[in-house]
Nanobody
Framework: QVQLQESGPGLVKLSQTLSLTCTVS??????????WSWIRQSPGKELEWMGA???????YYKSSVRSRTAISRDTSKNQFTLQLKSATPEDTGAYYC????????????WGQGTQVTVSS
């Protein structure tokens, strides 16, 4: 089984960088997933895929956030991170890290999510 856990500050100041880390743990016999994504849900909105890093290290981003987003990984720590620059109140929401076989889903394994509020 694969377990994911998000961590990071729950409050980010306006125009600062929102930074989250996902720690991945897996037992013996766990599947080899190909993509590690960040998905968020802002109040009143649907789930929004933001981007992913592949097993190969390649990165993929939603076009609307590409200029502000960076996803990286630290394989020695089994972690991948999200950095979203120039945060605005519209970036407020629940952020989930997700593992999947395919870039566009289905998204097989989810973290429990972490709430981030962007405020002045």
């Amino acid at each position: 089984q694969v377990q994911l856990q998000e961590s990071g500050p729950g409050l980010v100041k306006l125009s600062q960088t929102l930074s989250l880390t996902c720690t991945v743990s897996s037992g013996s016999g766990s599947p080899n997933l190909n993509y590690w994504s960040w998905i968020r849900q802002s109040p009143g909105k649907e789930l929004e895929w933001m981007g992913a890093i592949a097993y190969s290290g390649s990165t993929y981003y939603k076009s609307s956030v590409r200029s502000r987003t960076a996803i990286s990984r630290d394989t020695s720590k089994n972690q991948f991170t999200l950095q979203l620059k120039s945060a605005t109140p519209e970036d407020t929401g629940a952020y989930y890290c997700v593992g999947s076989y395919h870039l566009e889903g289905p998204y097989n394994f989810w973290g429990q999510g972490t709430q981030v509020t962007v405020s002045s």
